[in-house]
């Protein structure tokens, strides 16, 4: 039993102890009380404990969350001590909620029930957005509750995907065998799964978040080609998002705008490039070390603790650090998937991959846009990012994966 519990929660402690040395470099005056860190550390260390006994699941998921999140927190600290402290409070939130939530999630098979009150869901927290949502920067999708402001689209894409798992789960085999050419076998079975999807995309672009459409669209592909295998079906939902993009950058300024600076982005360096080219300047000053942790002046690029935390990150930890980062994304992906290969039923193998497909394609969509390959949108960065409905979304995020990968310790035990 003691073996067990060591290789539990070595991961854990290991993560512990690097956010430990980041957070005692960071400034203090910008961080909590020291007990507030101590409690954020016992959340954490209860949310790996309190999984059931009778169950081996892959303990790298919550740590890799932890680890990422702390050096978020490192990193935040360092740019601004009103959102680093929080940016604790919200970590807070989260870690309570995996915890309080953990014996539900270990049944997370019953959320396949639910799957057309997953799209009810996503739209109606639209139609609140709709009536009660604050703009900004062009974009309606914040709400505002006395001093806590919340996005509701990182709950919808959560509910994106377990409509879309749950569906597919059940019409999958008819899907993947229906002709292209049958419209009426195909408008049976997919026109649920499109209006579903179709709904939330329209009200993406009306609401003048391109970046979210983005991601759900990749998702939706992901997990749509994992259950039919279908390559039309992928190529005609690419067509038609093109097709809308086109439209959008042609009907709305800001699309406009971020098309510019995305292929210029030294056209306008005091104007609408300022941002962009202070991060391109950023990660040219972190080179291949870094200027070390604190030494460098990312302060310079606006909202760098939300848009441009990779930026800020790779001017003081460089491009070797800049990778490990994203090796560290990679491995949760890899690992998402390789849990999802690893499932007897094709609804919790479709769960599993289109949670990782929300958090793999939202690296790249961010983190591509800061060194430039795509225009820059406006989502965060997970765990890393300032912003406390990611932070929350993401640890559910994980939370589930991580139930998802366990399985009987019998099963695991080797046989002889």
């Known amino acids: 039993m003691i073996g067990l519990w060591v290789r539990r929660l070595t991961p854990l402690l290991a993560a512990l102890a690097i956010v430990g040395v980041l957070l005692g470099m960071a400034p203090a005056q910008n961080l909590g009380p020291a007990w507030a860190l101590v409690i954020l550390a016992a959340l954490a ?89 604050q703009e900004v920067n062009g974009a309606r999708l914040w709400i505002r509750v006395g001093s806590i402001q919340y996005e509701p689209i990182e709950l919808i894409k959560l509910f994106i995907v377990f409509f879309l798992a749950a569906y597919l789960a059940e019409t999958a085999d008819v899907i993947a065998n229906a002709r292209p050419w049958s419209i009426r076998a195909n408008l049976k079975y997919l026109g649920p799964l499109f209006i579903g999807w179709g709904a939330s995309m329209a009200i993406l672009i009306l609401q003048h978040d391109l970046g979210m459409a983005v991601l759900l669209l990749a998702t939706f592909v992901a997990v749509l080609y994992a259950a039919t295998r279908r390559l039309d079906l992928i190529l005609g939902s690419l067509a038609t998002f093109a097709l809308a993009a086109a439209w959008a950058a042609h009907h709305f300024a800001y699309v406009q705008t971020r098309l510019a600076v995305w292929q210029n982005p030294f056209g306008d360096p005091l104007g609408a490039g ?42 003081e ?24 290969r690893a499932q007897p039923d094709l609804y919790t193998r479709l769960l599993a991959v289109g949670l990782a497909a929300i958090l793999g394609f939202q690296v790249v969509i961010i983190a591509g ?19 406390g409905s990611s932070l929350v979304a993401n640890f559910l995020l994980i939370a589930l994966v991580w139930a998802i990968s366990g399985r009987s310790l019998a099963s695991s035990a080797p046989k002889v």
């Not at 057309?116 to 927290?125: D, M, R, T």
């Not at 942790?293 to 990150?313: E, K, M, N, Q």
């Not at 980062?325 to 390789?338: D, E």
């Not at 846009?369 to 912003?387: A, C, E, K, R």
Request: charge should be positive; hydrophobic fraction near 60%; charged fraction near 10%.
């Open 45 to 133: 260390l209860a949310w790996v404990i309190f999984q059931p006994l009778g169950a081996a699941r892959d303990d790298f998921l919550p740590a890799a969350a932890v680890l990422i999140s702390g050096a978020g927190l490192a990193m935040i600290a360092r740019l601004s001590g009103e959102l680093a402290r929080k940016q604790e409070l919200w970590l807070f939130v989260s870690l309570v909620l995996v915890v309080a939530l953990g014996p539900a999630f270990a049944r997370f098979r019953r959320l396949a029930a639910f799957k057309y009150l997953w799209v009810i869901g996503s739209i109606a927290l639209f139609a609140l957005l709709a009536l009660f949502g």
């Open 274 to 315: 300022f941002q962009s080219s202070q991060g391109l300047y950023s990660l040219a000053a972190g080179g291949l070390l870094g200027t070390g942790y604190r030494l460098g002046h990312p302060g310079f690029i606006p909202d760098v603790a939300t848009d441009y935390i990779y930026a800020a990150w790779s001017e």
């Open 317 to 340: 930890f460089g491009a070797i650090g800049a990778v490990v980062l994203l090796l560290l994304y990679l491995a949760i992906v890899w690992r998402a998937l390789s849990i999802a």
């Open 369 to 387: 846009g800061v060194i430039g390959l795509f225009p820059l949108t406006g989502i965060t960065l997970p765990f890393m990012s300032y912003g």
